[in-house]
């Protein structure tokens, strides 16, 4: 709210030319607890315009929600003297591990191909850095493969109905984690474009944490390996001998 | 019932994971099998991913057979001597099952490896038990008593030097054998998730030539011990073992291989195994169908 006063008075001294674009996430940390099978998570805020209170233009609201970027491996299967097998294989130094993209029109509608790329606005434009030199073609193929794997995991995701303008100030999206969403930083971006040109973007940043019992367990598996395996060895012992003792009593 | 798993990262039902473990469970009391050769799969079914559920599902088999060894010990039907020599052999085994592991999953051939051991093995033991069950139930049936089979081991057991006495199992054989025996096993329990009973007992029968009355025993002792090397190797190396699943298919197979102990004083051994084999050649097949059709994920992604 009081972002909200500071922005207005902004507005009111007249410094700019180009919209502000006042952002907010529902949540800025999102836990991964017992029981977590996912959420939705909330974008909205409000474009308001130096010249008035509010925007008065038609404006397109395209939101991207990006989950931390992994070096990863692609393998792709063939069929292979009669059996499916891993073949061909390409690797991509930053695959972001969650991508999400909510607009109001059809982004091809929004902007051109040059401005979708440079933004990555949507899934064909996502910026996956290939390693080593492999031919378009086969680029092609392989990121078009992940997108669509992914796409199919509610990993990735394009959504050209997915965000609602109000008498052109307020504007919001809902984009669903499902409950196998990576922990780490995720960047919310707004962009607000008008005649096919970003006039304003803001940033907000998301945290996705493991916490309690989850996170212990994580951080034990990994750390004290050891002594991590021993415990479940005594678990399994010990529940294995448990019911063999209360089913002789029975 | 919505339970997250933390190593696997993501949501299961805990409700349909009890009862995949029940599942097995019973099958392992009523056959004393140790069930990881359907829990695996099952899993990979489900949706967790393959090296997480080869890890975690050897923790179950642990479970389903430490009441299995008590039961057994009581009876004095265990071979010790013969159990360690085995175990030896199956921690090594072990060992090079996670080195395996590591080097197929480098090269992504892992799943692939796997599916193919389940047809070759389950398809080859599935085979031959339906094919020696079927003949003992017409045997019986026909009136005839079945012929007492012979126990002699395998020729090239005996060929083996530095002979050692075993009493239990009444042989006079040299250990490289069931060493050897337990190094495989060992390999397959770690890359599989498997307890590798499917294997050890025939192997203990046909090629040990070991008295029936010790085999059932001795083979739940080194399952038992493997399998808990095994889920040590995992923790150490993939870090893929998930503790949360791992109680998940415990609750259900701990219960289950109770009741199938039970049930099975009810069925015909012949019969049991006729059933046995049935499943583990639907569960061979199943899997030679997924290596052969086109499966519905091409892409497959790695961490690099």
């Known amino acids: 709210m009081r972002a909200l006063f500071a922005l207005l008075a902004l507005v009111l001294l007249g410094a700019a030319r180009d919209p502000i674009l006042v952002p907010e996430v529902s949540q800025h940390e999102i836990q991964v607890r017992q029981g977590f099978t996912g959420t939705d998570l909330l974008l909205f805020g409000a474009i308001l315009d130096p010249s008035g209170t509010r925007a008065g233009r038609d404006y397109d609201i395209v939101v991207v929600l990006k989950g931390p970027t992994e070096p990863i491996r692609l393998r792709e299967k063939q069929k292979i003297a009669g059996i499916w097998i891993n073949a061909d294989s390409t690797a991509f130094r930053s695959a972001p591990s969650f991508f999400a993209v909510a607009s109001s029109r059809p982004i091809g509608q929004i902007v051109d191909e040059r401005t979708a790329a440079i933004y990555e606005l949507g899934l064909n434009w996502l910026q996956l850095s290939p390693i080593g030199a492999i031919d378009p073609e086969e680029q092609t193929r392989f990121s078009s493969g992940l997108v669509d794997l992914r796409q199919r995991q509610g990993l990735y995701s394009e959504n050209s109905k997915g965000v609602v303008v109000n008498e052109q100030v307020l504007y919001q999206a809902r984009i669903s984690l499902p409950s196998s969403v990576q922990t780490g930083t995720y960047t919310a971006e707004t962009f607000a474009i008008t005649k096919g040109r970003v006039v ?16 212990f367990v994580a951080v034990f598996a990994q750390h004290e ?16 001998w448990l019911a063999g003792r209360l089913f002789a009593m029975v | 019932m919505d339970v997250y798993l933390p190593i696997a990262n993501l949501s299961v039902n805990g409700l349909v ?5 029940a599942i097995t469970g019973i099958l392992s009391g009523m056959f004393g099998v140790g069930g990881g050769f359907l829990t695996t799969p099952l899993l990979i079914f489900y949706g967790i991913p393959p090296t997480v559920a080869a890890a975690s599902a050897a923790s179950q088999v642990t479970g389903a057979s430490v009441s299995g060894v008590f039961a057994y010990t009581r009876r004095n039907s265990v071979d010790y001597q013969m159990g360690g020599v085995m175990v030896a052999g199956g921690i090594l085994g072990t060992g090079i099952g996670a080195l395996l592991f590591n080097f197929l999953e480098s090269i992504g051939q892992i799943d692939t490896v796997i599916n193919i051991l389940y047809v070759v093995l389950l398809g080859t033991i599935g085979g031959l038990m339906a094919r020696e069950s079927y003949q003992a139930i017409r045997a019986t049936r026909g009136g005839a008593a079945p012929p007492p089979r012979k126990r002699r081991h395998h020729p090239i057991v005996a060929s083996l030097p530095l002979r050692w006495r075993f009493y239990r199992s009444g042989l006079y054989i040299s250990p490289l054998a069931p060493l050897l025996i337990g190094t495989g096993v060992g390999v397959l329990t770690t890359l599989m998730g498997v307890g590798g009973g499917f294997i050890l007992v025939p192997a203990m029968l046909y090629i040990l030539g070991m008295s029936a009355n010790v085999v059932v025993g001795t083979s739940l002792f080194q399952i038992l011990f493997v399998t808990m090397a095994s889920t040590m ?6 870090k893929a073992v998930d503790i949360v699943l791992a109680v998940l298919l415990l609750l259900g197979s701990v219960t289950g291989a109770q009741i ?3 049930l099975a004083g009810k069925f015909q051994p012949q019969k049991l195994r006729f059933i046995l084999a049935v499943i583990v050649l639907a569960v061979a097949l199943r899997m030679a169908f997924g290596l052969g059709f086109r499966p519905s994920e091409i892409y497959s992604v790695a961490p690099l």
Do not use: C, D, P
């Not at chain 1, 304003?200 to 996170?215: C, D, H, L």
């Open chain 1, 200 to 215: 304003a973007s803001a940033t907000a940043k998301v945290e996705v944490r493991k916490i309690g019992f989850e996170r």
């Open chain 1, 225 to 240: 390996s050891l002594l991590y395996g021993l415990l479940v060895v005594a678990v399994s012992v010990g529940m294995g």
């Open chain 2, 17 to 21: 994971i009890v009862a995949l473990g």
């Open chain 2, 233 to 238: 190797m995992h923790s150490l190396t993939t």
């Open chain 2, 260 to 262: 199938g102990s039970k």
